[in-house]
């Protein structure tokens, strides 16, 4: 097994003790997430919790009318699958793999008695669970009151905090769906940033040239999210 797969490409399960984590290695199973997956869906309870180690996933509000708007991203810094510990059961979001690779699942029945068992597992993700938070508060601040130029880096930077090297695979209307706006308004931006030479975009590969520049554009929502990562979860700060 590869270091890239490996469970402690997890941050959170990189951050267990060591009497936790052997406890939960025998039952951590490795599954492999397609693009479009939908890990589930808006009112049901999840069958598993998920760690994902080179996927990521989008936890998305979905309207009566049927479009839906991005809550917050999860990758391998995370766990998809929070309502499971925190006794609410079902949630409101549908959890929606937005880039393909792997992940570990706990069963549910595993993860809520590992939550009860564990003072120090517990404490993990009631810290991550925050750190969740303030990224779906952040998010809503930055939908509206920032312009789409600084969404668009906020929402580049997100992922590749959760992706190794500098290129994603998506769509300018993969975008458009997860921000709420229309795909003409991403098209521009996403000029905007080519031209100044912070990406490359072609054929559905953006390729961030110049990060510390896309940081720079972006507003404050992007640095806010991260410092609370870095300090509620042990293992992100590390790496």
């Not at 999860?74 to 937005?98: D, H, K, P, W, Y």
Request: aromatic share 6%; glycine share 6%; hydrophobic share 45%.
């Amino acid at each position: 097994m590869t270091h890239a797969t490996g469970p402690s490409s997890n941050q959170l399960i990189a951050a267990l003790p060591a009497e936790d984590l052997t406890r939960w290695l025998p039952q951590l199973e490795l599954v492999e997430l397609p693009l479009g997956t939908v890990l589930y869906e808006s009112g049901s309870a999840p069958s598993h919790a998920y760690f994902a180690t080179t996927a990521i996933a989008a936890l998305l509000y979905v309207t009566e009318s049927g479009t839906s708007a991005e809550m917050a991203v999860v990758g391998n810094e995370g766990i998809v699958g929070i309502s499971l510990f925190m006794g609410g059961e079902a949630t409101s979001s549908r959890a929606m793999v937005q880039s393909a690779g792997m992940a570990y699942r706990l069963k549910a029945e595993t993860i809520k008695a590992e939550f009860l068992r564990s003072a120090a597992v517990l404490h993990l993700l009631l810290r991550y669970t925050q750190a969740l938070i303030t990224q779906m508060a952040q998010t809503a601040v930055c939908n509206r009151h920032h312009s789409l130029d600084q969404q668009l880096c906020r929402w580049l930077l997100m992922r590749l905090d959760r992706l190794p090297g500098s290129e994603l695979t998506t769509t300018q209307e993969l975008i458009a769906s997860m921000l709420g706006v229309r795909r003409e308004g991403v098209t521009e931006a996403a000029l905007k940033l080519q031209r100044a030479g912070l990406i490359r975009y072609a054929r559905g590969h953006i390729c961030v040239l110049d990060r510390a520049a896309l940081e720079s554009r972006s507003c404050e929502c992007y640095g806010v999210v991260r410092k609370e990562y870095a300090r509620l979860i042990p293992q992100r700060a590390a790496t």
